[in-house]
């Protein structure tokens, strides 16, 4: 997708892409502040699939439970997993779909020629 940028009048531009308000980008950046950790997005990845308890996520990314623990509160702070209690079990899966999607598009862009 290409796009024209007119640099010419400061409103054409503004009129044509209105960009994100402060919130919004502020909003953004936590999210990706969120995902640019290689911990986080190794968690992402083994709940892209499945929800998982902190023991089976812990095993998995090699990290300790309380790491592990620790990491997950994090991705709950941003609404980028949930959590679901059975007994004294937690288990966690994606919040939505739009977190897979991202997940998604950023291995195809790292795997990109």
Do not use: C, W
């Not at 054409?12 to 936590?30: C, F, K, N, T, Y």
């Not at 950790?37 to 023991?55: F, K, Q, T, Y």
């Amino acid at each position: 997708m290409s796009q024209t940028l007119q640099t010419s009048s400061t409103d054409a531009v503004s009129a044509a892409d209105p960009g994100l308000d402060l919130e919004m980008a502020e909003r953004l950046a936590e999210i990706f502040a969120a995902l640019g950790d290689p911990s986080r997005l190794r968690i992402i990845s083994a709940l892209a699939h499945r929800e998982r308890s902190v023991g089976d996520l812990s095993r998995l990314v090699g990290m300790t439970e309380s790491a592990t623990s620790h990491q997950l509160r994090l991705l709950r702070t941003q609404r980028i997993v949930r959590a679901r209690k059975v007994g004294r079990q937690v288990f966690y899966f994606l919040d939505d779909d739009h977190i897979h999607d991202l997940l998604d598009r950023g291995i195809a862009h790292v795997q990109h020629k």
